[in-house]
């Protein structure tokens, strides 16, 4: 199957970029990133609340930090980072965040790998899938399943989703471009080990400790970095 994706992908004439972003790249829309200073809501980790356990345990917990997490979203804008890789025609948006910003900035291609926060789902056989971003939902709702609603957001010892379609995307990559992330995250940093040899690659981050085999580090804030490098691609790609 991903012989086959490779092979549909390749057939295409246009230049293929792929851009990965991380929490990072919505930073300085002013959504936490969870990890490190800040990271915290009433005294609670991510790890505390983004499990399946925890939802368990106690659902209306969790669901009152999302709830907390669509009014940060909702009140936010898309920043210049998010503006920049939209701007990039076709260019295929890869992202571990579950907030939205890239398709509200314009980008219209986007595989969402750890959920959406406008989304919540049943916890039945189907998973079907239930768009929430109009307001705040009732607390304990259960859907058409006959189940409770969970956030559909992939929780800490779940199955990441499309990355078989990502990866294969990757992997015919002429561009990588990865933004706002450590690649501390797995099984979706494991990603950028699919780029080509002769692809162009840019990892932007703050800070990083292991830089990707053949990846350019650029370090700084993503709204710094980002519009340099796609105003770059684009005038070369317009000079063809």
Known sequence: MLDEALDAIRRRSWERIVVFTGAGVSADSGIPTFRGAGGLWRN?????????????????????????????VRDAQPNAAHLAIARLDRALVVTQNVDALHERAGSTRVLHV?????YARGTGRTNKRYRIDGGPIALGQCCEEGTQLRPDI??????????????????SADKVLVVGTSLSVYPAAGLVEYARADAEKFV????????????????????QMIPAITSRWLEANHHR
């Open 154 to 171: 992939v929780w800490f010892g779940e199955e990441v989703q499309h990355m078989e379609e990502a990866g294969a995307l990757v992997a």
């Open 204 to 223: 932007n981050a703050l800070e990083m400790d292991d830089v990707p085999a053949g990846f350019t580090f650029r370090a700084g804030p993503a709204t």
């Open 44 to 72: 609670f980790r991510a790890e505390d609340l983004a499990t399946p356990e925890a939802f368990a345990r106690d659902p209306a917990l969790v669901w009152e930090w999302y709830e907390w997490r669509r009014g940060l």
């Open 114 to 118: 750890h959920g959406e926060l406008a």
